[in-house]
């Protein structure tokens, strides 16, 4: 079984990469970590409105995947 999950996608305005990882601690199982390179200013922009929401975003995902049984 493999531990760890990463996704990513290349733009011309930003690459980004998602870290899925399941670490076997009873408390904090399931941990999520996001990197992000920008190659244009407009990514850069992109990142200052989005980023207030991410974590509210990842968290209701991985609380998803969690309670239908996909992780």
């Known amino acids: 079984m493999t531990d ?6 290349d733009d011309k ?3 980004f990469r998602v870290s899925i990882y399941n670490s076997h601690d ?3 199982n399931i941990k999520v970590s996001t990197i992000v390179q920008y190659n244009k200013s407009f990514g850069k922009v ?3 409105i989005v980023k ?3 974590k509210l975003i ?3 995902i991985v609380k ?4 239908t049984k996909q992780i």
Do not use: S, W
């Not at 760890?4 to 996608?9: F, N, P, V």
């Open 13 to 15: 305005h930003l690459d």
């Open 58 to 60: 990842m968290k209701q």
């Open 26 to 28: 009873p408390t904090y």
């Open 52 to 54: 207030p929401f991410h």
């Open 46 to 48: 992109y990142m200052v």
């Open 4 to 9: 760890e999950i990463i996704l990513g996608a």
């Open 64 to 67: 998803r995947a969690y309670t």
